[in-house]
């Protein structure tokens, strides 16, 4: 069973504090993604990752950025959060073939005072 | 223009009954289709896969129109486990075979009401 976990389920953090959203996936998948959901806004696509160390911008990069040193392991990174960057965080995989069945996590809902 | 485009309901309706929701595209290029499932605080799952012909998977059924640009997911004899919010899926132009980015609706609620 493919299995995606984030490193939190609830995170609250101050205004300007660096944050870190890890994200692990234990299927060899090639494809990773990095996604927020908001009311109203549906699930949009922040950064991408199809291979190690490779990393592409989504529809929303702004204020974010991400690291891939692992094929397991794909973390978003918050630089100085603010509080229109409070969402739940959602992270995906899926294989290179096979790619239109991304896998999820279960979530970080961030919560930026 | 939004690129998926989704009534968010919700959609409420008796045990038993039948209920179709439609989504539509802007991207007339769009190649590919799906519906996921995202059941309340819970993350999206994939429900099925729109082909161009039609498709069904027991009491779901799928459909594409090229022409008018909309996918539609119909649901029959609904059961209490099929509350949750139906998302639209469309593949963005590719960049590389393999590397297909999703482009996801806000979704469509739905309850099912015993």
């Known amino acids: 069973d493919v299995k995606v976990t984030q490193s939190s389920r609830y995170l609250v953090k101050r205004t300007g504090e660096k944050v870190f959203l890890e994200c692990v996936q234990d299927?060899?998948?090639?494809?990773m993604f990095w996604y927020r959901q908001d009311p109203g806004l549906g699930l949009r696509l922040i950064y991408f990752?199809?291979?190690?160390?490779?990393?592409e911008k989504g529809d929303i990069p702004e204020g974010y950025s991400v690291s891939r040193e692992k094929k397991e392991r794909f973390s978003l990174i918050l630089e100085s959060a603010s509080t229109n960057q409070t969402s739940m965080y959602l992270c995906?995989?899926?294989?290179?073939?096979?790619?239109?069945?991304?896998?999820f996590g279960p979530g970080t809902r961030l919560l930026v005072l | 223009r939004k690129e998926v485009e989704q009534d968010p309901g919700p959609f409420n309706v008796p045990e038993g009954a039948t209920v179709a929701f439609n989504c539509t595209y802007s991207?007339?290029?769009?190649?590919?289709f799906f519906w996921y499932r995202q059941d309340c605080r819970k993350e999206p799952k994939l429900l099925m896969s729109?082909?161009?012909s039609g498709n069904e998977d027991g009491r779901f059924t799928a459909q594409l129109n090229r022409a008018s640009q909309y996918i539609s997911l119909l649901i029959r004899d609904s059961k209490l486990s099929d509350s949750a919010t139906y998302l639209c899926?469309?593949?963005?132009?590719?960049?590389?075979?393999?590397?297909?980015?999703?482009?996801f609706g806000t979704g469509t609620r739905l309850t099912i009401i015993p």
């Open positions: 995906a995989s899926s294989l290179y073939q096979g790619w239109e069945t991304q896998y």
């Open positions: 299927m060899d998948h090639e494809n």
């Open positions: 990752s199809y291979d190690v160390k490779m990393k």
């Open positions: 991207n007339s290029a769009s190649q590919s």
């Open positions: 729109v082909y161009s």
């Open positions: 899926v469309v593949t963005a132009l590719p960049a590389n075979f393999g590397n297909e980015k999703l482009t």
